[in-house]
């Protein structure tokens, strides 16, 4: 079945409900997508991803208009992990250099969340490596919690610790924090192939059990695993019928030293595609573009947020993200507004970023990276960083857990 015959040809008189225009319009009016037409988004051609883009983007304003919200990660403990997930660099057996630390000292994982608020960052998002915590832990996260919010009432803090104990979730709902993550990550289907040491239902169960805590779910996905189309739209209802409040999309960062190192198997259009399924099957969730955006979508993170209305600013747990001025930039000039700042009038907001970049640092001149491409292969020297080529993910060597200062 190709596309206009599953969707139907919105441009033939008298068919107006059809074609990617129409499903938007029948999703607004409650429709529920079916795996038929899932699997047509999926297969939409290069050529007419941006007339589904367009629509599902309808979806998009409808519910969050031009704002974008922006999150920020502080990885608490990095490396270390007992677990086996093989897209994961923090993973037992990984020989990605990444940053190993325990557990950062409460005061510096205050100060690092202080400085992605003080960047724009409307929730942090609070995450340690490892299978799940000890109450010990909970305590300690808790702690951090309370003095974030005591500091910054007005910013949400969400935690990921892993899958949670009983009484652990109440914990955390007491000290004061908004939201639970814990991506399901894949289609149960293909879960055995991924991890071992733990099962899908434990993900499941761990969202459920955050949400009955009056934590607000956050659970997502992590694309470009060699998942087929039929698993991609698995895994996209299974999100649906989790019914979670945000939905962050990752797409995979092959680090060197885990199983998954070497796997390339998206494109910047099918990424499009990806994002535009989880619009038209859940439109009225936020929806975040995440980890491995800037080297999967490349030129393309800005027409995302037609269909996204949420990214993370800066770095990720173990690699360099954009620039975070950058990451404002484009928000901006695709004509976004960050959510908060929408009663700041623009002239204000444009001076602001004009002085986030006189006051950076001026950019080291980039050592030569031996490709000669000129514009961000993805090597490891400044300036030619995850923004540009499908090169290895940048190991993050700032922010928490080290002494320079984080992309914020
Ligand atoms: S995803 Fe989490 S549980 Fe899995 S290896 Fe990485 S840190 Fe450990």
């Known amino acids: 079945m190709t596309v206009t015959q599953t969707i139907g040809n919105s441009h033939q008189p008298g068919n107006e409900a059809a074609g990617f225009a129409g499903l938007a319009a029948r999703v607004a009016a409650g429709h529920r997508i079916t795996a038929a037409e899932a699997l047509a988004i999926l297969d939409t051609p290069d050529a007419q991803t941006l007339e589904l883009v367009a629509a599902a983007g309808t979806l998009r304003r409808a519910h969050f208009a031009n704002t974008v919200k922006v999150n920020y990660l502080v990885n608490l403990k990095s490396g270390l992990c007992p677990e086996d997930c093989t897209y994961c660099s923090q993973r037992l057996g990984s020989k990605a250099e990444i940053l190993k630390y325990t557990w950062l000292k409460p005061d510096e994982a205050v100060h690092q969340a202080g400085l992605g608020i003080a960047g724009g960052a409307s929730r942090v998002c609070m995450v340690a490596s490892g299978k799940g915590p000890s109450n010990r832990d909970v305590d300690r996260v808790a702690t951090m919690i309370e003095q974030i919010k005591e500091e910054h009432p007005q910013v949400e803090v969400c935690a990921c610790l892993g899958i949670l104990k009983e009484g652990q979730a109440q914990r955390l709902r007491q000290a004061g924090t908004d939201a639970y993550n814990h991506n399901l990550n894949t289609a149960e289907s293909l879960y055995p192939e991924i991890c071992s040491t733990h099962t899908y239902q434990e993900r499941v169960d761990t969202v459920g059990a955050a949400k009955d805590a009056g934590l607000s779910p956050c659970s997502g996905l992590i694309v470009g695993m060699g998942e087929s189309p039929e698993q991609v739209v698995e895994a996209v209802f299974a999100l649906r019928e989790l019914d979670a409040d945000s939905i962050p999309v990752n797409f995979l960062m092959p680090f060197d030293g885990t199983p998954l190192a070497g796997t390339w198997h998206l494109t910047p259009m099918a990424c499009l595609r990806i994002l535009a399924l989880v619009r038209m ?37 173990t690699s360099e993200g954009q620039d975070a001025r950058r990451d404002l930039e484009m928000i901006s000039d695709a004509g976004y507004v960050v959510l908060g700042q929408e009663d700041i009038d623009p002239a204000e907001l444009a001076a602001r970023l004009r002085h986030r970049s006189d006051a950076a640092p001026a950019p080291v001149e980039a050592p030569a990276c031996g490709t000669g491409c000129g514009s961000g292969c993805g090597s490891a020297a400044q300036g030619c960083g995850p923004m540009g ?20």
């Not at 491995?292 to 990720?316: C, I, K, P, W």
């Open 281 to 317: 099957a859940c439109p009225a969730t936020e929806l975040r573009m995440a980890g491995g955006r800037e080297m999967h979508l490349r030129s393309l993170q800005s027409t995302a947020l037609a269909v996204a209305n949420s990214l993370f600013l800066g770095d990720y747990l």
């Open 389 to 408: 080529g499908s090169g290895e993910p940048v190991l993050r060597r700032r922010g928490a857990g080290t002494p320079e200062s984080p992309n914020a």
